[in-house]
């Protein structure tokens, strides 16, 4: 019988020490943290939902970088496609029925600036002191190698579609009788 040879599992953090993956992080966070930056401070709502349309394509950019390619998916379908295109017509419409742009003002700076700090301070402390080799489900993927290599979108699809296939076609029609209530009462004030 041949011997085995023990493969020593890949660190949870072994993707940031690829150079070219390392430096699309770096933009993407960099995109990411000037789109929100412009909409801290942009007074024009336009503008301000592209450049937040900018923060979460580069975010979804960096799950894409994390093999998480659901995820990714997830933020761009939803939160790009849906609520942000929302948002736009919302903008559009508003300026075409006053005939001037909408602007915003800038309430509170002192406070959001004070919880906003608190909150980065917060945040750093707390990644700072985390070991994330240590973890318990970093260690057990790693005990047991079943670190993420690839796409994650197969296995949760085959999950969804075996084990939670009544869940899911539940909420599916919990989804489509919402959205038959909601033109039924859209259709109803129209032709009041």
Known sequence: MPRQSKVTPPSYWTFINQKPVLIFFYFFAVA??????????????????FALMTT????????????ADFVAVTQLM???????????????????????AVQTGHHYVTAGV????????????????????????????TANQQVVTGGTVLAIGRELFTHYV?????????????????????GRKVHS
């Open 78 to 100: 939803v939160y790009v496609g849906g609520v942000l295109v929302l948002i736009i017509f919302g903008v559009m419409f508003t300026t075409e029925l006053s005939g001037k």
């Open 32 to 49: 990411a943290l000037g789109g929100a930056g412009f909409v801290l401070f942009t007074r024009n709502v336009m503008r301000a939902a």
């Open 166 to 186: 009544l869940t899911l076609e539940t909420v599916g029609l919990l989804l489509l009788l919402a959205l038959i209530g909601a033109v039924f009462i859209a």
């Open 56 to 67: 979460l394509i580069a975010i979804a950019a960096i799950y894409v970088l994390a093999s």
């Open 114 to 141: 004070l919880a906003g700090g608190s909150v980065l301070v917060a945040l750093l402390l707390i990644v700072g002191q985390t070991d994330f080799d240590r973890l318990p489900w970093v260690l057990e993927a």
